[in-house]
């Protein structure tokens, strides 16, 4: 069974509680009422509600949608709400996949259930409810837009290094330190890439800045070294890297 799959069932089972909790929402919000407490109570003979006539779906059944108290009709509502809910879950998992995408989705579910039912019941969207959805909203869309320019440069980092090892090259060393400041500011330490632009670094830096060329080459040798299994194009490249720091450390001292 794939991941997805496995999550398929879960992500119902939640939907069907949140939507138990939604019923509670869409009763009490409009009515400026907690939302935490009281629990739940029969609306005729005010008996609370325990636990176990409270699970989702289950205890509609059981209890044949009747109190088990005073035997006042249970509403068709709260389980319909519940299994509304259970669907738009599973149907927000099998769109957004398990993905960080799938939260935002879940949220503005929950929110348009419950806008829905108060809707329907009262013509009103509640402030409480509204708002906050604008925040998520705003910060979930940030984090596509974000995640989609990732996408589009997958290694905008690596790309800024090499750019800043052409402008080296071609001899407009300024230009190049630019770079590789902006490229500093892309790379997380301790990564292949900022091993990369430790490397360019002191190609660049060389001539003009031995002593910042010396650390950075130090520090990419001293990582090609800690490496447990190099391959053979890292091997070459440490032997090649040792002779670049033997002459810039004479060229120090
Ligand atoms: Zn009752």
Redesign the pocket.
Known sequence: MTPLAAAGPVLFLMGLCVGSFLNVVIARVPEGRSIVSPGSA??????PIAWYDNIPLLSFAFLRAR??????PISWRYPVVELITGFLFVWALADRGLTLDLIPALLLVTGLVAITGIDLDHQLIPDAISLPGIAVGIVASAVTVYEESLRLFPDQAHATILFARALGRVGRTEDAEVTLARAHSLIRPGTGEAALLDRVTAEVMGPRAPTQARAALERYVARLRALPEPTRAEKADLIDAERQLAVLVGGVR
């Open positions: 029969c609306p005729r003979c005010a008996t109190c088990r108290k005073c035997g006042e």
